[in-house]
Nanobody
Framework: QVQLVESGGGLVQAGGSLSLSCAAS????????MGWFRQAPGKEREFVAAISYGGGSTNYADSVKGRFTISRDNAKNTVSLQMNSLKPEDTAVYYC?????????????????WGQGTQVTVSS
């Protein structure tokens, strides 16, 4: 089992940057593929980015490609999301998630563990 705690959210102006971090408990972090999802008010939770357990493969939602970067540090049990050129439509609660699977990482139903979320607000 793994517990996930996100941090780094906040309020930023459009065009600005934020870096989110997710700290995972447990000694098997390197066996989990990790994802970031987000949920805006009144909308469904949507995929943002994912990274394979070894860090060798990443994928992104089209809406964030070229602006966001996911990375992980298996020695520190952390996964990060660097968000640049933020837009008001990026405003949402951002969730970190973990799965022992390695396929279709854009599907939220593939994930076994979720953090509590961190709020990101981008003002125009």
């Amino acid at each position: 089992q793994v517990q996930l705690v996100e941090s780094g959210g906040g309020l930023v102006q459009a065009g600005g940057s934020l870096s989110l971090s997710c700290a995972a408990s447990g000694r098997t972090f390197s066996t989990y593929s990790m994802g970031w999802f987000r949920q805006a008010p009144g909308k469904e939770r949507e995929f943002v980015a994912a990274i394979s357990y070894g860090g060798g493969s990443t994928n992104y939602a089209d809406s964030v490609k070229g602006r966001f970067t996911i990375s992980r540090d298996n020695a520190k049990n952390t996964v990060s999301l660097q968000m640049n050129s933020l837009k008001p439509e990026d405003t949402a609660v951002y969730y970190c998630a973990a799965t022992t699977g390695y396929g279709a990482l854009y599907l939220k139903d593939h994930y076994d563990y979720w953090g509590q979320g961190t709020q990101v607000t981008v003002s125009s």
